[in-house]
């Protein structure tokens, strides 16, 4: 994948792609319990082997930063590298420092994908 397919690609697309890459399968728009409430909702999910035989919701990793970290606690030693040296410090606008500290959780998510689907 490249920035510009990225860009041209919807939120919920986006935040498809991640899941896919992070191993959630059969990803559709499903009704859902939402906790804590008497009521269902048309949300994003899908399965994934940490929930089981259960559907659930797919994570908001676009917008949600304790998701991308556990996303980036989940890559090996060499993902990670190539997540940060070549994707993540041009993606937040910092490379020329390597400030990556103050990346938003959506380009934590853009650097992931090109990351992943590296050819590096």
């Not at 986006?14 to 909702?41: M, N, Q, S």
Request: glycine content about 4%.
């Amino acid at each position: 994948m490249t920035r510009n397919q990225w860009s041209n690609m919807s939120d919920e697309e986006r935040r498809t792609k991640v899941a896919e890459l992070c191993g959630w399968r059969d990803i559709r728009i499903r009704p859902l319990h939402v906790e804590y409430h008497e009521f269902t909702e048309d949300l994003l999910s899908g399965f994934h082997d940490d929930y089981g035989d259960e559907v659930a919701e797919i994570p908001y990793y676009l917008t949600d930063l304790n998701a991308m970290h556990e996303l980036e606690g989940l890559m090996s030693e060499a993902e990670y590298l190539v997540y940060v040296n070549c994707h993540l410090s041009r993606t937040s606008g910092h490379e020329e420092n390597g400030r990556i500290i103050s990346a938003t959780a959506s380009q934590r998510a853009e650097a992931f994908v090109l990351a992943m689907e590296s050819e590096v």
